[in-house]
């Protein structure tokens, strides 16, 4: 049971917050599209498992030595070595073979975007913190990406709509992800790696703010050019949600501001999918 447990911490099982903040933004990209159907919702939600289960072990497996010098990541299962460097990369083929496997059960061009695009941003991603300023922008790139897929699996392309909205899914991400980031700020300083919160310093609250309104002006954008009322009532939750945030992070509740973006990715899911698939209601 040891074992299985470390294969789970790898995973990051029981702290799925990281698999919510990616699979909200690929049901949006679904609920979107007009091939809405329980095939494809389950290669989403099984995508987005897999994916964020992948991203954890790469990262881990790359950051292990960083891992041992943090108090927080010290006990990470390749960190303390209750995983073998063996062991931890048996593991990330298996869970690359079944996204593979996955992968292969959609079309053409989504295989082409995940193969060409999104692998090789998953894999270079643990390498940013080391070389780009502001990491954060090349993470709401990869994180967003689950958007495009998403729609891709179901109507096999993507359009201006859809690449607008994963504009918007990325300011999202840079704003929830700097709320991360300053949990991990002293830690961070001392190990000399990048982020926003550092980059930014004093006025990572006010860029958080910034980033969040572009976000919420796509989204206010997004509702009118499609008339839609109920995702434009939707933009009144996420201003109200921009003010709870910072209140949090005012109090240094960072953690819990980044953990409530989830009900923002619930929230506008469920919205979407009530504007879009409404035929389920008739």
Excluded at 62 to 79: C, M, Q, S, Y
Excluded at 82 to 104: H, Q
Excluded at 179 to 200: E, G, H, P, Q
Aim: neutral net charge; proline residues 2%; charged residues 15%.
């Amino acid at each position: 049971m040891t074992k299985i447990n470390a294969y789970l911490s790898l995973i990051r099982f029981n702290n799925p917050i990281g698999f919510w903040l990616l699979l909200w933004p690929g049901l949006w990209g679904l609920f979107l599209s007009n091939s809405f159907n329980i095939e494809n919702f389950t290669i989403v939600v099984l995508g987005s498992f897999l994916t964020r289960s992948i991203g954890c072990a790469i990262n881990d497996f790359l950051d292990r030595d960083f891992d041992r010098n943090v108090e927080r990541t010290k006990n990470r299962p390749i960190a303390s070595k209750e995983l073998s460097l063996f062991e931890a990369s048996v593991f990330i083929i298996m869970l690359a073979s079944s996204c593979i496997f996955l992968l292969l059960q959609t079309n053409s061009f989504t295989i082409k975007l995940v193969c060409y695009l999104a692998i090789p941003m998953i894999i270079v991603y643990p390498l940013m913190k080391r070389f780009l300023a502001v990491p954060q922008l090349f993470l709401g790139a990869t994180f967003g990406l689950s958007l495009p897929i998403s729609y891709s699996i179901a109507e096999s392309s993507i359009n201006l709509e859809v690449i607008f909205l994963y504009l918007g899914c990325i300011f999202w991400i840079i704003a929830y992800d700097t709320y991360y980031a300053l949990c991990d700020l002293a830690d961070d300083r001392k190990l000399n790696l990048n982020s926003s919160a550092i980059f930014f310093g004093n006025d990572s609250q006010k860029v958080i703010i910034l980033f969040s309104l572009l976000f919420v002006g796509i989204i206010m954008v997004f509702a009118l050019k499609n008339s839609s009322l109920i995702l434009g009532a939707g933009v009144l939750f996420l201003l109200y949600q921009i003010y709870f945030q910072n209140k949090l992070s005012k109090a240094n509740k960072n953690l819990d501001a980044f953990k409530a973006n989830s009900h923002i990715g619930l929230v506008l899911a469920i919205l979407i999918f009530i504007e879009n698939q409404n035929e389920f209601f008739s």
